[in-house]
């Protein structure tokens, strides 16, 4: 298990979650069994929590103070990188997603689209590199969220891209 610090309205929560069972999070050593059901907005998700359906939105900003909003509360929150490499990884798996039969592939930041490693019409499996983005001098290879072939090309090499631009879309059509 690895173990996580949120800091929540100044109160501190210890999170752990198994790598290997990503649903479950305990937060104090309570299980809470998450599930994303869908992404309604841009920052919008439906999460099932321990069966209960709930809507949130999340502002997880890089230069200050974070927040949740769910069920008409409002919470100011400290993620560390490890949480939010975490949640991105979490939310990642049905961004974008129609129940994993259609996937969006969009920049994760804002960056230079240095080589595509796939054509349109090509076979790609969950988890294959299909893209490399330099960003602050770092190359960051964007991986399928899903096994598809890929329905369309959306960007070309040595262009430079916004985050949230949409890079290519993956059609699992089994």
Do not use: C, W
């Not at 997880?60 to 069920?71: F, T």
């Not at 509360?73 to 990188?81: A, L, R």
């Not at 240095?114 to 960051?140: F, Q, R, T, W, Y």
Request: aromatic residues 6%; without cysteine.
């Amino acid at each position: 298990m690895d173990d996580l610090i949120i800091t929540i309205n100044n109160n501190e929560y210890a999170a752990k979650f198994d790598k290997q069972d990503e649903s479950t999070i305990y937060l104090n050593d309570q299980p809470y069994k998450i599930e994303l059901l869908k992404q309604l907005g841009k920052n919008i998700f439906s999460f099932v929590v321990n069966n209960k359906i709930i809507q949130v939105e999340l502002d997880l900003r890089d230069d200050g103070p974070s927040s949740i909003n769910a069920d008409g509360f409002s919470f100011e929150i400290e993620i560390t990188d490890e949480t939010k490499k975490l949640l991105k990884k979490f939310l990642s798996q049905t961004e974008g997603t129609d129940s994993k039969r259609h996937a969006v592939i969009k920049a994760p930041m804002p960056g230079m689209v240095i080589k595509i490693l796939v054509n349109e019409g090509d076979v790609v499996s969950k988890g294959d590199k299909i893209l490399i983005i330099e960003a602050m001098k770092m190359e960051n290879a964007i991986t399928s969220p899903i096994t598809g072939i890929v329905s369309s090309i959306k960007v070309s090499e040595a262009k430079a891209v916004e985050k949230d631009t949409v890079l290519m879309e993956i059609i699992n059509e089994s």
